[in-house]
């Protein structure tokens, strides 16, 4: 700067308000000039002072902007950055060639002593235009447009180099503490006058798109500023941000089509969820667990933080509905989050009960209402439904919660938003949806932990009962209900849809509630609607092979409980369409008692004399395979199913009947090759039904049977069913006196042996079944002197008596519950995985010998099926070539890939085909 330069500062500085009224228009250019010239910093502080001090209070606030604001502010923030970027070569420069560190530390104080005196300045400037619009009435933006962008450049400035002031500053850090403290105290003071000036700020139409622009600048310039000190100082976030909100809600309708509000609401969601992991970490656990570095204010505070957070992000979701932009993946989580990290979850960290409450109050009562603000909007609709969900396992269990509760809602909203979460319209480049209702169950799948734990949540309040905690699964049984009964009835069919693959899935949470839902919609609905579904369910059992598949067990799970609630007159029809001549299959799980008084007798009747007809029929013919045994185990699991419905009654069979069933069983014992077939379906089932005829038995076929289930239990490839099975068998024993005879001792003996055998199994579920049934036998037998002979190994008989006396097993091991059940749902998922990839991989074949010729017999014009022409030797001899040559081939392809492991489906093919030449063979 000039000496003439240095002369008017002087001049002016002696000056009275009037006088500097006066020379306005002389001087005013001259100091602007001089502030825009390359003179030093200090100096041009002091033309910046005078410049705000002196003259500002005398221009008219409608050529402020244009006189001094546009000319001295761009130039202000320069000075600024330069005196910041000046700070930090300094410190680069010392830490590549040290130097005087005194002389260093006055620099560092000089440059953040000018930071300081830059804001001051400013923050008189914006004072005094405050007091300029006080006077006014009113102010545009347009009037002072240049003024709060800079301010709030020069705040985040100050605020960032003090955030990271202790890296940057290093060991001097401590030299330059209190400057520091003094710049981000004033920096604060700034941009509380800011946002006084600016609630005076009036913005209309008029103002043009150039000004509306500014006040965007200004809303992204605040919204920086939030994330900048969101690590700083967790009120002063709190105070900016509340600001920012009711400075975009006052000027909505101007900002909506410009203002980023998705950008706002997704760092909401973040400082709310780092806010709320923190309060998690500070909160009170409960009594008995260590407490250290828990601290009831702060969690008090931190909870307080949270709370106001997220009653914002709902004001600006209100506000600017339908101009929120792609924040809803942000949305999404914040829910998920919310709900992972707090109880029931058993991932949620044991704070106290009063913690809890607090916790429920502040933060997770407002969950249902985020959802209803967010329940209409098709975006979030879509990252809420999308498959393939990016999720951790401990969040599974929030997203299943937030499902629900999104059910609870859907019921008063419109038609057009229902169909939208119910039947979304996915389009073939979309990513796959599904509705919330199969949403449900999909989830359910993944919350086996939280089904077997089990977790326990508040029940729905019901008129005069209080409201008790209930099991997770009636807490999803009964939302599904409550919204199965409200769905439109344009949407029934895919609840059809969601039930109906649900039961077939192997996961048996998901398969149980949805039985739970249709049973309850057969009850809900019309007589009409249940026994459709009774026949649908049937229609699919026998189309299907009989075989323990899980999707198998369940629709016969399903039938059993839905039969009994159809009507008298629909249960008469169903015996009408579904004749035990032609479906035993399908009686064998059926509810026999479940059926009218009239029927039972005669359905039990015909039911023994059809299974009596197929097993007798496998008995005369010459060659008997085993793929022909498949008619004996579906007669004898009829039987079964006869005799267990009155286990503790004679059933509704004649003497005749009865009889011929035990000799018929008896003779199979006999006839019957058992070494080859003792880990067929039949031997666990001829078991089965020998357990349930023991009282008709007389001592001599009793030590018969005992002597061949000794035989079974020698073999070490005997399956597991059939040892099962043979516990239940000896269980019965328990009830029968045995009188005395030749065979007494025999089958006492046998008992013992038997029980010897499988108390002793390794394999632990046969071991427990063995425990269980040895209980019941020793309190039921007559022959107490067999007891202590089914202990003769030591260690089996400690086990024995620790269960009788009802003492626990010691289990040492560190791993928790929770981990165990994780480490289940893991071997039950590859198990899941592994069978999709089979029916992916497999073709469906035709079983050889057992194919299946279909006619159309109720057609009249049918003309008779031709002959199926007689095979030669010569045809055998080409097919057994045939399967020769294809089994080199194989041999040939796994020994060039005898490093790689094999996939799943090939090893299945392969028994698969084993167990398909087994069939063929003769069974002697």
């Known amino acids: 700067m000039s000496q003439t330069g240095n002369s008017l500062l002087d001049d002016v500085g002696s000056w009275s308000a009037d006088q500097c009224r006066e020379e306005l228009s002389n001087t005013l250019p001259k100091l602007i000039c001089q502030y825009g010239n390359g003179a030093s910093t200090d100096k041009k502080i002091t033309v910046l002072r005078t410049l705000v001090t002196n003259f500002l209070p005398h221009i008219s606030l409608d050529v402020l902007e244009e006189q001094l604001l ?32 005194a002389k260093l530390q006055n620099t560092l104080m000089q440059c953040l002593q000018c930071l300081v005196s830059m804001i001051e300045i400013l923050g008189s400037c914006v004072h005094q235009v405050t007091s300029l619009c006080k006077n006014y009435g009113t102010v545009s933006m347009d009037q002072i447009q240049s003024l709060p962008c800079t301010a709030l450049n020069i705040v985040k400035g100050s605020f960032s180099h003090c955030k990271d002031s202790n890296e940057l500053y290093g060991d001097y850090f401590s030299s330059v503490s209190e400057p520091l403290s003094s710049l981000f105290k004033k920096a604060y003071g700034l941009q509380k006058s800011l946002m006084a000036l600016l609630d005076a700020v009036q913005l209309s139409e008029q103002d043009g798109d150039e000004v509306i622009g500014k006040m965007v600048q200004v809303c992204d310039g605040f919204h920086e500023l939030c994330i900048i000190i969101s690590s700083m100082d967790s009120t002063l976030m709190v105070s900016t941000w509340r600001f920012l909100v009711k400075l975009a809600s006052k000027h909505k309708d101007l900002l909506k089509d410009g203002l980023e509000v998705s950008s706002l609401i997704k760092s909401l969601c973040s400082d709310i969820e780092s806010n709320y992991e923190h309060c998690l970490q500070i909160a009170p656990l409960q009594p008995g667990v260590s407490s250290s570095q828990r601290d009831g204010k702060a969690f008090a505070k931190t909870l307080k933080i949270c709370n106001l957070c997220l009653k914002m992000l709902m004001h600006l979701l209100k506000e600017f509905d339908g101009y929120i932009g792609d924040c ?57 439904l999308i498959c393939k969900q990016d999720l951790s396992k401990s969040q599974w269990f929030s997203r299943l919660q937030t499902l629900l509760h999104l059910l609870r809602l859907l019921p008063n909203a419109s038609a057009e938003v229902q169909t939208h979460w119910l039947a979304p319209t996915v389009f073939p480049e979309d990513e796959p949806r599904e509705s919330v209702f199969k949403a449900v169950f999909t989830t359910i799948s993944k919350c086996h932990v939280e089904f077997n734990v089990p977790v326990y949540l508040p029940s729905i309040m019901c008129n005069g009962q209080a409201q008790r905690n209930v099991s997770l699964h009636e807490y999803v049984t009964t939302h599904l209900c409550g919204y199965v009964a409200s769905v439109p009835a344009a949407h029934f069919g895919i609840v059809e849809r969601a039930l109906l693959t649900s039961v077939l899935d192997s996961d048996i949470n998901m398969a149980l509630t949805a039985m739970d839902v249709w049973c309850f919609l057969a009850r809900y609905g019309t007589a009409a609607l249940c026994f459709t579904h009774v026949k649908l369910i049937a229609n699919l059992l026998n189309s299907l092979p009989t075989n323990s598949n899980p999707a198998y067990i369940h629709l016969c799970m399903l039938l059993r409980r839905l039969i009994p609630l159809m009507t008298p007159e629909d249960q008469t029809s169903f015996t009408s369409l579904y004749p035990v001549q032609d479906n035993l299959t399908l009686w064998t799980h059926l509810p026999l008692l479940a059926f009218p008084e009239a029927s039972k007798q005669e359905l039990c009747q015909q039911i023994g004399n059809t299974a009596i007809e197929h097993c007798q029929g496998w008995m005369r013919t010459e060659t008997k395979t085993l793929g022909s045994l498949s008619k004996v185990t579906t007669a004898l699991n009829a039987l079964c199913s006869v005799y267990r419905h009155y286990d503790s009654s004679q059933p509704p069979i004649t003497t005749r009947l009865q009889d011929a069933v035990k000799n018929m069983v008896c003779q199979l014992w006999q006839e019957l090759p058992l070494d080859k077939i003792r880990s067929h379906d039949l031997m666990s089932t001829l078991i089965s039904l020998s357990g349930l005829l023991l009282q008709g038995l007389n001592p001599e076929e009793l030590n ?63 071991h427990q079944m063995a425990l269980q049934a040895f209980s019941v036998f020793a309190e039921e037998t007559s022959h107490e002197s067999v007891v202590p ?38 071997v039950l998922s590859d198990f899941a995985v592994k069978q999709q990839e089979y029916l992916q991989n497999v073709k469906p074949v035709v079983p050889v010998g057992n194919q299946l010729s279909v006619s159309k017999t109720n057609c009249a ?15 055998l001899q080409e097919a057994i070539k045939q399967v020769k040559q294809g089994l080199e081939r194989i041999k040939e392809l796994k020994g060039v890939n005898h490093e790689k492991s094999q996939p799943s489906w090939f090893v299945d093919e392969l028994r698969m085909i084993k167990d398909q030449v087994v069939s063929l063979l003769p069974m002697q």
């Open 704 to 766: 018969n049977i005992l002597c061949e289930i000794q035989k079974l239990l020698q073999y070490d490839k005997t399956s597991v069913q059939v040892r099962i099975v043979t516990t239940d068998f000896l269980r019965r024993i328990g009830k029968k006196n045995i009188p005395p005879c030749a065979q007494q001792s025999k089958i006492l003996q046998g008992i013992s042996g038997a029980f010897s055998k499988l108390l002793s199994d390794k394999h632990w579920v046969v």
């Open 789 to 826: 002979e089914c202990l003769q190994n030591e260690t089996v008989q400690g086990l024995a008596v620790n269960f009788l006396s009802k003492e626990p097993r010691p289990y040492n091991s560190e791993t928790s519950e929770v981990d165990l059940l994780e480490a289940q749902l893991n």
């Open 70 to 101: 546009s000319k001295i502010l761009p130039q202000t923030q320069i000075l600024f950055d330069k005196i910041i970027s000046d700070v930090t070569k300094h410190l680069e420069s010392e830490s590549t060639q040290p130097s005087n560190t």
């Open 861 to 875: 014009s049918e003309e008779p099926a031709t002959k199926r022409a007689k095979y030669d030797d010569s045809d």
């Open 328 to 384: 809803h993946k942000s949305l999404y989580h914040l829910v998920i989050v919310l709900q992972s990290l707090a109880p029931p979850s058993v991932h949620a960290p044991l704070i106290s009960s009063g913690a809890q409450d607090e916790l429920n109050k502040s933060l997770l009562i407002c969950i249902e209402p985020l959802l209803q603000q967010l329940l209409a909007n098709k975006q979030f609709c879509e990252a809420v």
